[in-house]
T-cell receptor, first 113, second 119 residues
């Protein structure tokens, strides 16, 4: 069973607010990812990390930022939330050896009003 | 660039029917990995299977089976004797590149197929 956790599960926030979505895993995985899932279900990679102090932007441009100070923690921050940021955000992690499967958290559904 | 196409947006069948979810992929790499994930209403993605590009053997796991054909760039998923609990969105995904200190190896997902199993 996957040990990757996201908080909060649901968040409704006003425009202009700063928010941080938390993601933690207890599997010791080096690689972590953030995906954005739009209402049409499609998933897009927005950030990834190969390990501590490593962060890269994914295929979909995002105004969010990430940090990786500890192996187990990969938070995503929006400095000034906008309605266009309304989406489901999914965090994932995977092990070092080749292309092992990624384990996903339950997601954070963000609504910006 | 890599791409995954799931042409079936939604499929609805009656319980106990067999159903096949199609997945077609595009990649320039000779080494890549294909995945299927299930997303139930609770929201998390549940890993179902991983297949590397050198292994074309079909796989069966209980009521689930997967047909990988490199000649047609397809990785189809069949559920036999479907059950209501199989209702979910199913994603096919592709990963290319290696973790050798560089290169993106995040997953490229298809748009998903919403499977509805009616009692």
């Amino acid at each position: 069973e996957a040990d990757i956790y996201q908080t909060p599960r649901y968040l409704v926030i006003g425009t202009g607010k700063k928010i941080t979505l938390e993601c933690s895993q207890t599997m010791g995985h080096d690689k972590m990812y953030w995906y954005q899932q739009d209402p049409g279900m499609e998933l897009h990679l927005i950030h990834y990390s190969y390990g501590v102090n490593s962060t890269e932007k994914g295929d979909l441009s995002s105004e969010s930022t990430v940090s990786r100070i500890r192996t187990e923690h990969f938070p995503l921050t929006l400095e000034s939330a906008r309605p266009s940021h309304t989406s489901q955000y999914l965090c994932a992690s995977s092990g070092r050896q080749g292309h092992t499967e990624a384990f996903f958290g339950q997601g954070t559904r963000l609504t910006v009003v | 660039a890599q791409k995954v196409t799931q042409a079936q947006t939604e499929i609805s069948v009656v319980e106990k029917e067999d159903v096949t979810l199609d997945c077609v992929y595009e990649t320039r790499d000779t080494t890549y990995y294909l995945f299927w994930y299930k997303q139930p209403p609770s929201g998390e993605l549940v890993f179902l299977i991983r297949r590397n590009s050198f292994d074309e053997q079909n796989e069966i796991s209980g009521r689930y089976s997967w047909n990988f054909q490199k000649s047609t760039s397809s990785f189809n998923f069949t559920i036999t004797a479907s059950q209501v609990v199989d209702s979910a969105v199913y994603f096919c995904a592709l990963s290319e590149g290696f973790f050798l200190g560089g290169g993106a190896d995040g997953l490229t997902f298809g748009k998903g197929t919403h499977l509805i199993i009616q009692p």
